[in-house]
């Protein structure tokens, strides 16, 4: 019987859950590793479950229309491909802002979507804020919001998706993520482990296993504030509470509850785990997912792990940083 479908939208999510067998092997684990790979997803990364929540969302809300509204996002990379993908689809024009340090690929692939993508680096306000600020995304971010409030009372037809404040964002991952994550697993996992970058992933995952579970312990792994090599995540313990993720925040406090423990990434740990990754398994993943994996790396040699699942979030594929330094060795 033919399946045919009318739109890429229509593949988002269902993503694969795949046991790590030769990296488990290879440093010795005797818990189970199981990545939850992203790539999988049409547009090649988990951000498409947002952006097309967030799109669809404010649709039926009648907040944008096709061939009118033109779809404004500032990125790392992953959300803006993702945004001018979907606009694409469903006729948008697109405004990237992509943040500085991000693979030439991830600008191409946008513009190759039909976006209008401007570096951060060319708006000397947004550069200013970022220096005075060690580059923090959410100070960048609501700067930004400034700007389109400015275009919006001069009557332009835009929409700022804003991935960081939406609060979709968490809920399209409780909604699809975590409740995949859960179904793939029967219930029967002991940890998930997700870097954190607007935290809506490990909201969302974590909101729904806990709904599920108390038992099932759940890893936040961030760069250390001053980490300017993982890109895409973001440091929120060491910084003041009104540059942490809105996602990981309640009542201007750092919401309890969401995650049993954080670790700070170690950059060259992290590439060495998706170095390792890709000639073990043939599983070629970005810098965030190496240094989830690099995380459930060190739980995993706990012993109280030992013989249990531990689920592993990879966000996006290793074919977006082949410019970079992280395949290079």
Same mark, same amino acid.
């Given at each position: 019987?033919?399946?045919?479908?009318?739109?890429? !939208?229509?593949? &988002?999510?269902?993503?694969? %859950?795949?046991?790590?067998?030769?990296?488990? =092997?290879?440093?010795?684990?005797?818990?189970?590793? $199981?990545?939850? &790979?992203?790539?999988?997803?049409?547009?090649?990364?988990?951000?498409?479950r947002i952006?097309?929540?967030?799109?669809?969302?404010?649709?039926?809300?009648?907040?944008?229309?096709?061939?009118?509204?033109? %779809?404004?996002?500032?990125?790392?990379?992953?959300?803006?491909?993702?945004?001018?993908?979907?606009?694409?689809?469903?006729?948008?024009?697109?405004?990237?802002?992509?943040?500085?340090?991000?693979?030439?690929?991830?600008?191409?692939?946008?513009?190759?979507?039909?976006?209008?993508?401007?570096?951060?680096?060319?708006?000397?306000?947004?550069?200013?804020?970022?220096? @005075?600020?060690?580059?923090?995304?959410?100070? #960048?971010?609501?700067?930004? =919001?400034?700007?389109i409030r +400015?275009?919006?009372? #001069?009557?332009?037809?835009?929409?700022?998706?804003?991935?960081?404040?939406?609060?979709?964002?968490?809920? @399209?991952h409780h909604?699809? !993520?975590? =409740?995949?994550?859960?179904?793939? !697993?029967?219930?029967?996992? #002991?940890?998930?482990?997700?870097?954190?970058?607007?935290?809506?992933?490990?909201?969302?995952?974590?909101?729904?296993?806990?709904?599920?579970?108390?038992? &099932?312990?759940?890893?936040?792994?961030?760069?250390? #504030? +001053? *980490?300017?090599?993982?890109?895409?995540?973001?440091?929120? !313990? *060491?910084?003041?509470?009104?540059?942490?993720?809105?996602? $990981? =925040?309640?009542?201007?406090?750092?919401?309890?509850?969401?995650?049993?423990?954080?670790? &700070?990434?170690?950059?060259?740990?992290?590439?060495?785990?998706?170095?390792?990754?890709?000639?073990?398994?043939?599983?070629?993943?970005?810098?965030?997912?190496?240094?989830?994996?690099?995380?459930?790396?060190?739980?995993?040699?706990?012993?109280?792990?030992?013989?249990? +699942?531990?689920?592993?979030?990879?966000?996006?594929?290793?074919?977006?940083? $082949?410019?970079?330094? $992280?395949?290079?060795?």
């Amino acid at each position: 019987m033919a399946k045919i479908y009318e739109s890429l !939208t229509e593949l &988002v999510g269902h993503t694969p %859950l795949v046991r790590l067998h030769g990296y488990e =092997k290879l440093h010795g684990l005797k818990a189970y590793l $199981l990545a939850k &790979v992203e790539y999988f997803n049409p547009i090649g990364s988990i951000k498409d479950r947002i952006v097309l929540r967030i799109i669809e969302d404010a649709e039926k809300e009648g907040k944008i229309i096709p061939g009118k509204t033109t %779809l404004i996002e500032y990125t790392s990379g992953n959300t803006g491909i993702a945004v001018s993908a979907i606009g694409a689809m469903k006729g948008y024009k697109v405004q990237i802002f992509l943040q500085e340090g991000v693979s030439r690929e991830r600008l191409q692939v946008m513009k190759a979507f039909g976006a209008n993508v401007t570096k951060i680096g060319d708006v000397p306000e947004l550069q200013d804020a970022l220096k @005075a600020t060690n580059n923090d995304f959410v100070a #960048a971010t609501n700067l930004l =919001k400034q700007h389109i409030r +400015d275009r919006q009372a #001069a009557g332009d037809s835009i929409y700022f998706v804003d991935q960081m404040i939406n609060p979709l964002n968490p809920k @399209a991952h409780h909604d699809t !993520t975590g =409740k995949e994550i859960w179904e793939d !697993t029967d219930g029967k996992l #002991a940890a998930v482990v997700a870097s954190v970058g607007t935290a809506g992933t490990i909201r969302g995952i974590s909101d729904y296993i806990r709904e599920q579970s108390k038992e &099932v312990k759940i890893f936040a792994v961030e760069p250390s #504030a +001053d *980490d300017k090599v993982l890109t895409g995540i973001h440091n929120f !313990t *060491d910084v003041p509470i009104e540059r942490v993720p809105p996602s $990981l =925040k309640s009542d201007n406090e750092l919401k309890k509850g969401v995650y049993d423990e954080v670790f &700070v990434g170690d950059p060259k740990g992290a590439f060495q785990a998706a170095r390792d990754l890709a000639k073990t398994d043939g599983v070629l993943v970005g810098n965030s997912s190496g240094a989830a994996l690099w995380g459930a790396t060190k739980i995993a040699q706990r012993p109280e792990f030992a013989g249990k +699942d531990i689920v592993v979030v990879f966000p996006d594929t290793g074919l977006r940083y $082949l410019s970079t330094d $992280l395949f290079s060795e």
